[in-house]
């Protein structure tokens, strides 16, 4: 199957801080990528879907200037968390998809970014 | 809105049959997925259904009923290497995307 990398895989910062999380497509160029975010026990919570070239879309209660995506490639895309808080310590996960098309297996996923804010 | 069901925890013995069943109510369908997820790791598909009835892969075995909002994923000769969470997800057409709904997942644990 595709591959989709994320890095870095762990992070730690201090309060106030930004951090930047890169999403790539090895293998593939994906029409669309989508940023989840998990918190222990629970379940993937979608955080914003973006095109590569337009505007990212947020989900209700995400705060667009607080994570800033852009989607500079059909291969890349990036999640910036700005001002981190502690309640922003989390499992960041993107997933990557080509096509438009509900097909099978139509969303890869990433191996996740876990972020922990002191 | 959206709304997908699932238990919350369950458990099972080796070599033994699980069925984990999800319920949903979505504006949109366009298919429900199932995913396996271990601890800390990114989730891996398992299976999808689009149309009524049973597709069955290996081991594992998915179910959907579009009329009633529900499915199962079955699992047969359980091993170890199974505990996990299950996530259903129920993918639907919103804001110009295909996006993905999941559900909170079954944390699922397999015993000797």
């Known amino acids: 199957g595709a591959v989709v990398s994320q890095h870095p895989s762990w992070v730690i910062c201090k309060s106030g801080t930004s951090v930047k999380i890169e999403c790539r497509s090895l293998?593939?160029?994906?029409?669309?990528m989508f940023w989840y975010r998990q918190f222990p026990k629970q379940s993937l919570m979608l955080m914003a879907t973006?095109?590569?070239?337009?505007?990212?879309?947020?989900e209700q209660g995400v705060e667009k200037d607080k994570f800033l995506i852009n989607h500079a490639s059909l291969t890349l895309s990036t999640l910036t968390v700005t001002s981190a808080h502690p309640e922003d310590s989390s499992f960041y996960i993107c997933?990557?998809?080509?096509?438009?098309?509900?097909?099978?297996?139509?969303?890869?996923f990433g191996p996740g970014t876990r972020l922990l804010v002191l | 809105g959206q709304n997908i069901d699932q238990p919350t925890e369950m458990t099972a013995t080796e070599g033994a049959i699980v069925q984990i069943n999800c319920t949903y109510q979505?504006?949109?369908?366009?298919?429900l997925f199932w995913y396996q997820q271990h601890a800390g790791e990114a989730p891996t598909f398992l299976s999808y259904?689009?149309?009524?009835g049973l597709e069955e892969k290996g081991r594992f075995s998915s179910f959907l009923s579009r009329s009633k909002g529900y499915s199962y994923l079955l699992l047969k000769e359980l091993q170890m290497k199974d505990s996990a969470s299950y996530l259903c997800?129920?993918?639907?057409?919103?804001?110009?995307?295909?996006?993905?709904?999941f559900g909170a997942g079954t944390r699922l644990a397999v015993h000797p």
């Open positions: 997933s990557a998809r080509y096509g438009l098309a509900a097909v099978q297996e139509t969303q890869y």
């Open positions: 259904n689009v149309l009524d």
């Open positions: 979505t504006s949109g369908f366009n298919g």
């Open positions: 293998d593939f160029q994906a029409t669309t």
């Open positions: 973006s095109n590569e070239g337009s505007k990212a879309t947020y």
């Open positions: 997800a129920v993918e639907t057409f919103s804001g110009g995307y295909n996006k993905l709904i």
